[in-house]
Protein backbone atom coordinates (compact mmCIF):
# COMPACT_ATOMS: atom_id res chain seq x y z
CA UNK A 1 0.00 0.00 0.00
CA UNK A 2 1.20 3.58 -0.35
CA UNK A 3 1.86 3.93 3.27
CA UNK A 4 5.08 2.80 2.99
CA UNK A 5 6.02 5.20 0.26
CA UNK A 6 4.77 8.05 2.05
CA UNK A 7 6.21 6.87 5.61
CA UNK A 8 9.58 7.46 3.71
CA UNK A 9 8.43 11.10 2.63
CA UNK A 10 7.52 11.25 6.11
CA UNK A 11 10.94 10.84 8.10
CA UNK A 12 12.72 12.79 5.72
CA UNK A 13 10.31 15.26 6.31
CA UNK A 14 10.81 15.02 9.82
CA UNK A 15 14.33 15.66 9.40
CA UNK A 16 13.68 18.81 7.58
CA UNK A 17 11.20 19.80 10.34
CA UNK A 18 13.94 18.81 12.81
CA UNK A 19 16.25 21.16 11.69
CA UNK A 20 12.92 24.24 11.83
CA UNK A 21 11.58 23.58 15.65
CA UNK A 22 12.77 26.70 16.80
CA UNK A 23 11.31 28.65 14.29
CA UNK A 24 8.25 27.14 14.17
CA UNK A 25 8.23 26.96 17.79
CA UNK A 26 7.70 30.60 17.33
CA UNK A 27 4.75 30.49 15.35
CA UNK A 28 2.98 27.32 17.18
CA UNK A 29 3.48 27.11 20.78
CA UNK A 30 2.72 23.20 20.17
CA UNK A 31 4.76 22.32 17.24
CA UNK A 32 5.01 19.75 15.09
CA UNK A 33 6.93 17.04 17.01
CA UNK A 34 5.29 15.17 19.33
CA UNK A 35 6.59 11.66 21.16
CA UNK A 36 9.02 9.32 19.57
CA UNK A 37 7.93 8.16 16.36
CA UNK A 38 5.29 10.41 15.69
CA UNK A 39 5.63 11.42 11.79
CA UNK A 40 2.51 13.35 11.52
CA UNK A 41 0.71 16.34 12.97
CA UNK A 42 -2.96 16.80 12.07
CA UNK A 43 -5.41 19.51 13.22
CA UNK A 44 -8.93 18.42 12.67
CA UNK A 45 -12.69 18.67 14.15
CA UNK A 46 -14.36 16.30 16.29
CA UNK A 47 -17.78 16.27 18.07
CA UNK A 48 -19.18 14.77 21.15
CA UNK A 49 -21.04 11.24 19.82
CA UNK A 50 -24.40 11.76 20.16
CA UNK A 51 -24.27 15.76 20.08
CA UNK A 52 -23.09 16.80 16.63
CA UNK A 53 -22.84 21.08 18.42
CA UNK A 54 -19.93 19.86 20.87
CA UNK A 55 -17.27 20.76 18.51
CA UNK A 56 -13.63 20.29 19.59
CA UNK A 57 -10.61 21.30 17.32
CA UNK A 58 -8.23 18.36 17.87
CA UNK A 59 -4.56 17.99 17.74
CA UNK A 60 -3.63 15.04 16.44
CA UNK A 61 0.88 13.44 16.86
CA UNK A 62 0.60 10.30 14.86
CA UNK A 63 2.83 7.56 14.78
CA UNK A 64 2.61 5.42 11.65
CA UNK A 65 2.78 1.42 13.23
CA UNK A 66 2.01 -0.43 9.76
CA UNK A 67 -0.13 0.00 6.55
CA UNK A 68 -3.06 -0.67 8.41
CA UNK A 69 -2.61 1.08 11.46
CA UNK A 70 -1.72 4.53 13.26
CA UNK A 71 -1.73 5.42 16.51
CA UNK A 72 -2.49 9.45 17.56
CA UNK A 73 -2.29 11.22 20.84
CA UNK A 74 -4.71 14.40 20.87
CA UNK A 75 -3.77 17.26 22.59
CA UNK A 76 -6.16 20.41 23.47
CA UNK A 77 -5.50 23.75 20.93
CA UNK A 78 -3.90 26.97 21.88
CA UNK A 79 -2.53 26.81 25.33
CA UNK A 80 1.02 25.83 26.63
CA UNK A 81 1.89 23.44 27.61
CA UNK A 82 -0.85 21.33 25.67
CA UNK A 83 -2.85 19.45 27.41
CA UNK A 84 -3.69 15.61 26.50
CA UNK A 85 -6.82 15.00 25.95
CA UNK A 86 -7.65 12.24 23.99
CA UNK A 87 -6.25 9.01 21.67
CA UNK A 88 -6.91 8.39 17.75
CA UNK A 89 -6.36 5.10 16.31
CA UNK A 90 -6.40 5.28 12.33
CA UNK A 91 -7.03 2.07 10.13
CA UNK A 92 -7.14 1.44 6.50
CA UNK A 93 -10.52 0.50 4.65
CA UNK A 94 -8.77 -3.19 4.49
CA UNK A 95 -8.67 -3.61 8.44
CA UNK A 96 -12.08 -1.84 8.68
CA UNK A 97 -13.60 -4.78 6.27
CA UNK A 98 -12.93 -6.85 8.85
CA UNK A 99 -14.52 -5.38 11.74
CA UNK A 100 -17.76 -6.63 13.12
CA UNK A 101 -21.23 -4.39 12.75
CA UNK A 102 -20.88 -3.34 16.14
CA UNK A 103 -17.32 -2.42 16.52
CA UNK A 104 -17.98 -0.30 13.21
CA UNK A 105 -19.98 2.05 14.84
CA UNK A 106 -17.63 3.47 17.05
CA UNK A 107 -15.77 4.28 13.90
CA UNK A 108 -15.90 7.62 11.67
CA UNK A 109 -14.75 7.76 8.56
CA UNK A 110 -12.02 10.12 7.11
CA UNK A 111 -13.77 10.67 3.73
CA UNK A 112 -15.33 13.94 4.33
CA UNK A 113 -12.45 15.26 6.77
CA UNK A 114 -10.32 14.98 4.17
CA UNK A 115 -12.14 16.12 0.92
CA UNK A 116 -13.42 19.32 2.99
CA UNK A 117 -10.24 20.49 3.79
CA UNK A 118 -11.46 20.32 7.63
CA UNK A 119 -8.27 18.14 8.22
CA UNK A 120 -4.96 19.78 7.69
CA UNK A 121 -1.34 19.41 8.19
CA UNK A 122 -0.06 22.94 9.27
CA UNK A 123 3.63 23.11 8.07
CA UNK A 124 3.46 20.10 5.75
CA UNK A 125 4.31 21.28 1.98
CA UNK A 126 1.43 21.15 0.15
CA UNK A 127 2.88 18.34 -2.21
CA UNK A 128 3.58 15.64 0.77
CA UNK A 129 0.13 17.01 2.41
CA UNK A 130 -1.45 15.51 -0.90
CA UNK A 131 0.14 12.00 -1.03
CA UNK A 132 -0.71 11.63 2.95
CA UNK A 133 -4.15 12.90 2.47
CA UNK A 134 -4.81 10.61 -0.49
CA UNK A 135 -4.41 7.85 2.07
CA UNK A 136 -5.85 9.49 5.03
CA UNK A 137 -9.24 9.65 2.99
CA UNK A 138 -10.38 5.86 3.32
CA UNK A 139 -8.68 5.45 6.70
CA UNK A 140 -11.30 5.22 9.88
CA UNK A 141 -10.88 6.70 13.07
CA UNK A 142 -12.09 5.66 16.62
CA UNK A 143 -11.59 8.41 19.08
CA UNK A 144 -11.95 8.86 23.05
CA UNK A 145 -11.29 11.58 24.76
CA UNK A 146 -10.78 11.98 28.08
CA UNK A 147 -11.01 15.59 29.07
CA UNK A 148 -13.81 17.95 27.64
CA UNK A 149 -10.67 21.09 28.30
CA UNK A 150 -13.10 23.32 26.07
CA UNK A 151 -15.57 22.75 28.78
CA UNK A 152 -14.37 24.85 31.36
CA UNK A 153 -13.19 22.04 33.00
CA UNK A 154 -9.71 23.33 32.59
CA UNK A 155 -7.54 22.26 35.78
CA UNK A 156 -7.75 18.86 36.19
CA UNK A 157 -9.74 16.41 33.98
CA UNK A 158 -13.21 15.79 35.27
CA UNK A 159 -15.29 12.89 34.26
CA UNK A 160 -15.40 9.93 32.28
CA UNK A 161 -14.16 9.39 28.36
CA UNK A 162 -15.99 10.14 25.69
CA UNK A 163 -17.04 8.71 22.47
CA UNK A 164 -16.49 11.31 19.70
CA UNK A 165 -17.34 11.20 15.71
CA UNK A 166 -15.89 13.70 12.62
CA UNK A 167 -18.47 15.80 10.71
CA UNK A 168 -19.52 13.82 7.26
CA UNK A 169 -20.78 17.03 5.13
CA UNK A 170 -21.84 20.46 5.05
CA UNK A 171 -23.60 22.85 7.80
CA UNK A 172 -22.37 20.44 10.50
CA UNK A 173 -19.49 22.13 11.89
CA UNK A 174 -20.23 26.26 12.96
CA UNK A 175 -18.33 27.99 10.12
CA UNK A 176 -17.19 30.61 12.75
CA UNK A 177 -15.50 27.58 14.56
CA UNK A 178 -13.71 26.88 11.14
CA UNK A 179 -12.70 30.45 10.92
CA UNK A 180 -11.03 30.61 14.12
CA UNK A 181 -9.13 27.14 13.67
CA UNK A 182 -7.53 28.89 10.39
CA UNK A 183 -6.61 31.81 11.76
CA UNK A 184 -4.73 30.00 14.86
CA UNK A 185 -2.96 28.18 11.90
CA UNK A 186 -2.72 30.44 9.24
CA UNK A 187 -4.32 28.21 6.72
CA UNK A 188 -7.40 28.61 4.36
CA UNK A 189 -9.76 25.72 4.75
CA UNK A 190 -11.17 27.10 1.41
CA UNK A 191 -8.28 26.67 -0.79
CA UNK A 192 -7.46 23.53 1.04
CA UNK A 193 -10.52 22.36 -0.41
CA UNK A 194 -10.44 23.27 -3.73
CA UNK A 195 -6.61 21.90 -3.76
CA UNK A 196 -7.82 18.39 -2.46
CA UNK A 197 -10.64 18.50 -5.50
CA UNK A 198 -9.07 15.99 -7.81
CA UNK A 199 -8.51 13.93 -4.43
CA UNK A 200 -9.68 10.17 -5.39
CA UNK A 201 -12.17 9.37 -2.24
CA UNK A 202 -13.28 5.83 -2.24
CA UNK A 203 -16.88 5.45 -0.44
CA UNK A 204 -17.37 5.12 2.89
CA UNK A 205 -18.13 1.16 4.07
CA UNK A 206 -21.29 0.48 5.56
CA UNK A 207 -21.02 0.92 9.17
CA UNK A 208 -18.93 3.56 9.76
CA UNK A 209 -20.71 7.40 11.08
CA UNK A 210 -23.60 5.50 12.82
CA UNK A 211 -24.67 8.37 14.28
CA UNK A 212 -26.07 9.63 10.31
CA UNK A 213 -28.38 6.65 10.68
CA UNK A 214 -29.64 7.88 14.35
CA UNK A 215 -27.27 5.41 17.07
CA UNK A 216 -26.49 7.40 19.69
CA UNK A 217 -23.58 5.83 21.19
CA UNK A 218 -21.82 7.31 24.02
CA UNK A 219 -19.66 5.57 26.97
CA UNK A 220 -19.85 6.02 30.56
CA UNK A 221 -19.18 4.53 33.50
CA UNK A 222 -20.94 1.33 34.76
CA UNK A 223 -21.15 1.28 38.75
CA UNK A 224 -21.90 -2.36 39.73
CA UNK A 225 -21.14 -1.62 43.49
CA UNK A 226 -23.56 -3.19 45.86
CA UNK A 227 -22.20 -2.50 48.86
CA UNK A 228 -18.91 -0.30 49.80
CA UNK A 229 -16.74 -0.08 53.46
CA UNK A 230 -15.36 3.21 51.65
CA UNK A 231 -16.53 5.97 54.83
CA UNK A 232 -15.23 3.61 57.17
CA UNK A 233 -12.10 2.90 55.74
CA UNK A 234 -11.36 6.63 54.98
CA UNK A 235 -11.76 6.59 58.85
CA UNK A 236 -9.52 4.42 59.19
CA UNK A 237 -6.95 5.89 57.04
CA UNK A 238 -7.06 8.92 58.70
CA UNK A 239 -6.81 7.95 62.52
C1 LIG B 1 -16.96 18.94 33.51
O1 LIG B 1 -17.38 18.24 32.35
C2 LIG B 1 -18.44 17.34 32.60
C3 LIG B 1 -18.66 16.54 31.33
O2 LIG B 1 -18.64 17.34 30.20
C4 LIG B 1 -19.66 18.15 33.03
O3 LIG B 1 -20.74 17.30 33.27
C5 LIG B 1 -19.31 18.90 34.31
O4 LIG B 1 -20.36 19.73 34.72
C6 LIG B 1 -18.06 19.75 34.14
N1 LIG B 1 -17.62 20.25 35.42
C7 LIG B 1 -17.13 21.48 35.59
C8 LIG B 1 -16.68 21.81 36.99
O5 LIG B 1 -17.06 22.29 34.70
C1 LIG C 1 -9.60 31.56 1.15
O1 LIG C 1 -9.48 31.01 -0.13
C2 LIG C 1 -10.61 31.24 -0.94
C3 LIG C 1 -10.46 30.41 -2.21
O2 LIG C 1 -9.16 30.42 -2.69
C4 LIG C 1 -10.72 32.73 -1.22
O3 LIG C 1 -11.85 33.00 -2.02
C5 LIG C 1 -10.87 33.45 0.13
O4 LIG C 1 -10.88 34.83 -0.06
C6 LIG C 1 -9.75 33.07 1.07
N1 LIG C 1 -10.05 33.59 2.39
C7 LIG C 1 -9.17 34.27 3.13
C8 LIG C 1 -9.63 34.70 4.47
O5 LIG C 1 -8.06 34.51 2.72
C1 LIG D 1 -21.05 3.69 42.84
O1 LIG D 1 -22.13 3.19 43.59
C2 LIG D 1 -21.96 3.27 44.99
C3 LIG D 1 -23.15 2.57 45.64
O2 LIG D 1 -24.33 3.15 45.20
C4 LIG D 1 -21.85 4.75 45.39
O3 LIG D 1 -21.65 4.84 46.79
C5 LIG D 1 -20.67 5.37 44.66
O4 LIG D 1 -20.58 6.73 44.96
C6 LIG D 1 -20.81 5.17 43.18
N1 LIG D 1 -19.61 5.65 42.51
C7 LIG D 1 -19.64 6.42 41.42
C8 LIG D 1 -18.32 6.87 40.88
O5 LIG D 1 -20.67 6.73 40.89
C1 LIG E 1 -20.16 8.76 53.36
O1 LIG E 1 -19.53 10.05 53.30
C2 LIG E 1 -20.18 10.95 52.44
C3 LIG E 1 -19.33 12.21 52.36
O2 LIG E 1 -19.00 12.69 53.65
C4 LIG E 1 -21.60 11.20 52.91
O3 LIG E 1 -22.26 12.07 52.02
C5 LIG E 1 -22.34 9.86 52.98
O4 LIG E 1 -23.62 10.07 53.50
C6 LIG E 1 -21.59 8.86 53.82
N1 LIG E 1 -22.23 7.54 53.68
C7 LIG E 1 -22.42 6.75 54.72
C8 LIG E 1 -23.07 5.45 54.41
O5 LIG E 1 -22.09 7.06 55.87
C1 LIG F 1 -16.20 8.52 60.61
O1 LIG F 1 -15.78 9.60 61.42
C2 LIG F 1 -16.80 10.58 61.61
C3 LIG F 1 -16.18 11.76 62.37
O2 LIG F 1 -15.32 11.35 63.40
C4 LIG F 1 -17.96 9.91 62.42
O3 LIG F 1 -18.97 10.88 62.60
C5 LIG F 1 -18.49 8.76 61.59
O4 LIG F 1 -19.49 8.09 62.30
C6 LIG F 1 -17.38 7.77 61.24
N1 LIG F 1 -17.92 6.79 60.29
C7 LIG F 1 -17.77 5.50 60.46
C8 LIG F 1 -18.41 4.64 59.41
O5 LIG F 1 -17.12 5.01 61.36
Given at each position: MATAIIRAWILSMILQITTLTSLTAAVLPFGHLGPENTAIFLNGFHFLSGDTTAEISANHWCAILSDDFLQCVVYNT???????VGIEYIISPKAFECLDFEERQLWHSHQYEVTSGFLIEPGMPSSVDYAIMEVLVGTYGKTVHT?????????IPIGVPELVMGYTGE???TPDFVKERDELFGVNTTAIRESRKNLVAPPVIEGADSWKYGYVLTYGLVNTTTDTAFNQSMNATAT
Open positions: ATTPSRLWRYDQGNNSSQI
